[in-house]
């Protein structure tokens, strides 16, 4: 059974800095699009940030702030979030080859 399990999450104050993290099992990353995600109360799940084998895409608003990243020898897959904003607070989920998801992190942006 596939599992995806993301890390990292945590409270920050705005223009502060984490880093996600996604583990997965029993798939690789480097052989599917890797997805990261992003649910805000009483708000659609959205997607954030994506990368495939040649490429990476990203919500325009978090371009220039957020860089998602992979090591396949890990199998590993990274969200690098800069100049945290409040509107950045949502539970943050990875998601493979637009089928698997893991159970998510939580990420505040609060002072």
């Known amino acids: 059974q596939v599992q995806l399990v993301e890390s990292g999450g945590g409270l920050v104050q705005p223009g502060g800095s984490l880093r996600l993290a996604c583990a997965a099992s029993r798939i690789s990353f480097s052989t599917f699009a890797v997805g990261w995600y992003r649910q805000a109360p009483g708000k659609q799940r959205e997607l954030v940030a994506r990368?495939?084998?040649?490429?990476?895409n990203y919500l325009d608003s978090v371009k220039g702030r957020f860089t998602i990243s992979r090591d396949n020898a890990k199998n590993m897959v990274y969200l690098q979030m800069n100049n945290l904003k409040p509107e950045d607070t949502a539970v943050y989920y990875c998601?493979?080859?637009?089928?698997?998801w893991g159970q998510g992190t939580q990420v505040t942006v609060s002072s």
């Open positions: 990368i495939t084998t040649g490429s990476t």
């Open positions: 998601n493979v080859g637009g089928s698997f």
